[in-house]
């Protein structure tokens, strides 16, 4: 026997027998007909939430809807007379009004650990559960399952005090010791009911208990005929559950014990839902999806032009070194960064020394940075294409660390075919060779250690580069950033005169990693060479970086035990700014839809609004060739390298503003949005005062590579401030408190080791919280970390205090990741997947749209037509 679980009281003393009430509390209620005296619904919201596992959630469902016993519930209920708002942080069916907090799997205590948050959020007034299948199945401590139970209601009801509990005994099951479990814990759930409502003398229940609890006895209505795995309802047993359901929410209101939802003030029950899970595919589903948002037609979006080479001869810089044997050579790179120069800013030191002649620009020894630390790192290519490194760690004289073989050879090349060079831009160093054709086929360098971690074939089996019938392949090289500041090496061909033909490396569009390759300008003549044989290996020309990263050329010669050297200035300009690296979005006018913001290659922020709103039938989003954006906006010109600038509502206004970073410091300056239907009247503040110091991560070399983020991840309506690792650990600065407008949480996010750049900060689920998105480099497929919130114990979440879902692939990529954003174009709260072409501009959405259905307000659903239910008389 049980003695009474008493309410407050957690301890179980023996096991559940058949009929666990003892005499004092068997006295039969009086039920009587009670439908036959129902009382009018409320003129008030049901806000219900349904809370259980996989029977809520309806992920096994028969039928394709996968709504479960909801949408029959909520149909009958709406069609009864009643205002209907389910709730809870999970969406799933294709029923509009699909939110729920069921979670497949769980157990009666992994129910308890969400309902506390759920319910703090949502606030319910009436709360279905339906748990302990899972304690059964699993055979966890079934005998102290009904007191799980009575500390789960005493959770919600610590939250909602005014909720009824609507208490589900457990569904039949075909596994014959399963059944055995599931009648104890029924029995427990029995008395829990019991306990908490009791039958006084005169057979009547407590017609005012502090805390209301109706139980809803499915074991009592459903056989297993109903059940059609063994476990879960089939499409009639969801409709006796929804019966029972809707018979204990009238039981409960002709008592009177519902009443009207408290207002939390973050959402409206008369306000259809716009939070929903992602699922992998759903745009597929969409058949907006697929339209162009961009046409890049205006004026103001542009490039820096093509690259245009100019060569300054610097006599100032010639030099005469002598006592150097014929067998001499030299090179350039940075061994030491003196200068704490940025990735970009390099300065190199002059390396003379002795060198196999007979192999050139392709001997044993380079001198080159391969992972992305700024330090220049020494090379060895095999003869039968191994590539052996040793890595700089620094000082002054640095010294190098033998790290061994560091890549294998390919397509069965040796030394004569290898070249290296930053084929994607991510400053790490790729290897690349050439078949007898002469195309390019390269592997990236991938990872984020000294050594690669895994190598990527770039092209996905073709070439990067196919060969343009220069002739002699001794002749190409890949130089580091010819055009200003690119980040990714150039394709160059010289002649044996020292005459340079260049092909620019810019992004690429579509799927893969293959570059897009721009001819430089002038034919593509970038250097006019020396007019003398430089030999047949190109040895006597140089490249080097001497003045602001860019390399400038050095032509060399022994004569007579001294090494002479000239150098030419590179002063080119164009080639590094496509048009698409000015593609941002942010609400700036306080529309609900993200306006488009452009940012041209020196820092001058142009808006184009987006024309929607919510008036406007979203049939017609982007239908519509080129007329979904307003005029542009007057130009703000920040003088902050684009890299600097990020769109983000830092007030809280819901106006996006624009805000700029300090590379060093990550100081802020925010250009407030002042939108009053025509103009913008940007407010400039300089708040570097305060923010210094708080993110000095900087930027990488990619257009996503970014140290500071803002995005509002606690739901405040504010950006808060993001600062990333380049291994994607993460610490914050949130807003969310109104007493005080920072506060260091430090660590919020731990490393997923991930590249930086692909990152992203979007609110995919539509619940007012930004999460975090990982794209794939070459498909565009993406993950997404979903946010649920902050911890009060980061100790025991990895040192993070915000807690994220573990990452769900829930994109199908259109393009490659770096191509790929999320901006909310649809005024539904929720980042939609658009992908660009970073030469020409142009973009196309994929909506993440919350599936589609017929309940959601509009319309009186018709009567499910529910099977008559009558409840049984309590045990005795």
Known sequence: ???????????????????????????????????????????????????????????????????????????????????VNMVGNFNSGSMSDNDHEGVSGDRVDQVEDRARGSCRVWLP??????????????????????????????????????????????????????????????DQYRQVHREFVPVNEDGQEEPNPSIKVVLADMASFLTLDDIHDGIHPDVEGEKKMAAVWVWAINYANDKGWITEPTDSGKFDDDQPSRTCRKELGSGAFDYRSGRQVLYARAGEIKNDGTYIHSGIPRDDRAGDIPDVD???????????????????????????????????????????????????????????????????????????RQLGLYKSPELGKGRDRVRLG???????????????????????????????????????????????????????????????????????????????????????????????????????????????????????????????????????????????????????RGGKYQKGDGIFWGDVTGSG???????????????????????????????????????????????????????????????????????????????YSNWDGNNFNWDRQDHRSTTNGWCTEGWGLLPGDHGAHF???????????????????????????????????????????????????????????ADMVHTDKFTGNARVWYAIGERSDPENNAGSAMEWERPQLLFSGAARGENTFFPELSGQGRGDMVWIDPTSAHAWISFNSCAAGGDDGEETPADPGLPEYNPPDDPE
């Open 1 to 83: 026997m049980v003695a009474g679980f008493g309410l407050g009281v957690f301890t179980l003393l023996g096991p559940v027998a058949a009929h666990p009430f003892s005499p004092n509390t068997a006295v039969l209620p009086d039920l009587g007909n009670h439908l036959s005296r129902r009382a009018d619904p409320g003129d008030f919201y049901l806000r219900i939430m349904p809370l259980g596992a996989s029977i809520t959630a309806g992920d096994f469902s028969p039928s394709n809807e996968k709504n479960g016993y909801r949408k029959f519930t909520r149909d009958k209920l709406r069609s009864d007379g009643w205002d």
């Open 125 to 186: 007034n009436v709360v279905l559960i339906n748990a302990g299948t899972n304690d059964a199945n699993q055979n966890f401590d079934v005998d102290r399952t009904g007191l799980r139970m009575q500390e789960l209601i005493n959770t919600i009801i610590a939250e909602v005090p005014d909720a009824v509990i609507v208490l589900s005994t457990l569904l039949p099951t075909n596994n014959q010791d399963a059944q055995a479990r599931v009648n104890r814990i029924n």
């Open 326 to 400: 014929d067998d001499g050579s030299m090179w350039f790179a940075q061994l030491v960064n003196r200068g704490n120069a940025h990735k970009l800013g390099e300065i190199d030191e002059m390396i003379v020394a002795k060198s196999d002649s007979s192999t050139s620009d392709n001997s044993p020894r380079k001198f080159t940075m391969f992972n992305g630390d700024g330090l220049d790192d020494f090379i060895c290519i095999f003869a039968n294409g191994e590539m052996h490194a040793s890595l700089n760690e620094g000082g002054n004289p640095p010294t190098f």
């Open 422 to 572: 930053d084929i994607d831009g991510d400053g790490r160093l790729d290897y690349c060779v050439m078949p007898d054709t002469g195309d390019v086929h390269c592997w990236r360098n991938g990872g984020l250690g000294a050594k690669a971690a895994y190598w990527q074939d770039l092209g996905s089996g073709g070439p990067v580069f196919t060969a343009k019938g220069m002739g002699d392949m001794r002749g190409v090289q890949f130089a580091d950033k010819i055009a200003k500041h690119s980040g990714r090496y150039d394709w160059l061909w010289m002649s044996t005169t020292g005459r340079v033909t260049t092909w620019i490396n810019q992004r690429g569009s579509g799927k893969g990693m293959v570059p897009s390759w721009l001819k430089a300008g002038n034919d593509g003549i970038t250097h006019g060479g020396m007019g003398t044989d430089i030999g047949d290996n190109r040895e006597h020309v140089r490249f080097g970086r001497l003045w602001d990263g860019r390399p400038s050329y050095i032509h060399w010669e022994i004569d007579d035990g001294h090494l002479k050297f000239d150098i030419w200035e590179n002063r080119g």
């Open 593 to 671: 839809f993200d306006d488009y913001v452009f940012i041209g290659p020196t820092g001058q922020v142009t808006v184009f609004p987006n024309v929607y709103d919510q008036s406007t039938s979203s049939d017609k989003y982007y239908r519509d060739d080129a007329n979904a954006w307003g005029l542009p906006s007057a130009t703000l010109d920040t003088g902050l390298s684009p890299r600097a600038l990020h769109v983000g509502d830092w007030d809280g206004d819901g106006k996006a503003d624009i805000i700029g970073v300090d590379r060093e410091t990550g100081g802020v300056i925010v250009w």
């Open 711 to 769: 995005a509002d991840v606690t739901g405040s309506k504010k950006v808060d401030y993001l600062c990333m690792k380049p291994d994607g650990t993460t610490t914050a600065w949130l807003r969310d408190f109104s007493d005080r407008p920072w506060r260091n949480v430090g660590q919020v996010k731990y490393t997923e080791d991930l590249d930086r750049a692909n990152f992203r900060f979007a609110d995919i689920n539509g619940d007012g919280k």
